[in-house]
């Protein structure tokens, strides 16, 4: 099962609505070129961020298209900024990650606190006899 389907199960959002999404699909594919070297990652790559590369002079019959097939991972290079960035989108995403799970005990903690009661045999009770439960 794709990472993307199991996230979307566990926790009710696909990965695709984090805002840091498209930085962190970006480096997944950088990930991916790198590994594998020049491929369909890299091919994509060059399509997206083809500010990695430095500009291919225009050739003589106007055949741009074909320049992007002439990119190859070995001719990368990755801005420090843009390295920030990835940096940066890591941390937002994990942020909304933790929000998200926190966000999700507290519902199912308070939804089982307010079921709990009328299923339980036994409420502890405050000496004499008053219920103990501040809300």
């Known amino acids: 099962m794709a990472l993307r389907n199991v996230f979307r199960d566990l926790?009710?959002?696909g990965l695709e609505a984090f805002p840091?999404?498209?930085a962190l699909d970006t480096l997944q594919l950088l990930g991916n070129a790198c590994r594998h070297g020049d491929g369909a990652s890299a091919l994509e790559l060059a399509r997206r961020c083809p500010d990695f590369w430095r500009p291919i002079p225009s050739r003589p019959f106007g055949?741009?298209?074909?320049?992007?097939?002439?990119q190859?991972?070995?001719?990368?290079?990755?801005?420090v900024d843009r390295l920030r960035g990835?940096?940066?989108?890591i941390v937002e995403f994990w942020q909304d990650?933790?929000?998200?799970?926190?966000e999700s005990i507290q519902?199912?903690?308070?939804?089982?606190l307010a079921r709990e009661p009328a299923e339980r045999k036994w409420l502890p009770q405050a000496e004499g006899g008053k219920d103990r439960r501040p809300w």
């Not at 190859?72 to 801005?79: D, H, N």
């Not at 990835?86 to 989108?89: E, H, L, R, S």
């Not at 990650?97 to 926190?102: F, R, T």
């Not at 519902?107 to 089982?112: F, G, K, N, P, Q």
């Open 11 to 13: 926790r009710g959002i």
């Open 20 to 22: 840091s999404f498209e």
């Open 63 to 70: 055949d741009e298209a074909a320049q992007v097939n002439l």
């Open 72 to 79: 190859t991972v070995g001719t990368m290079e990755v801005s």
């Open 86 to 89: 990835f940096v940066d989108a």
């Open 97 to 102: 990650a933790e929000y998200i799970y926190n």
């Open 107 to 112: 519902s199912s903690l308070e939804t089982r």
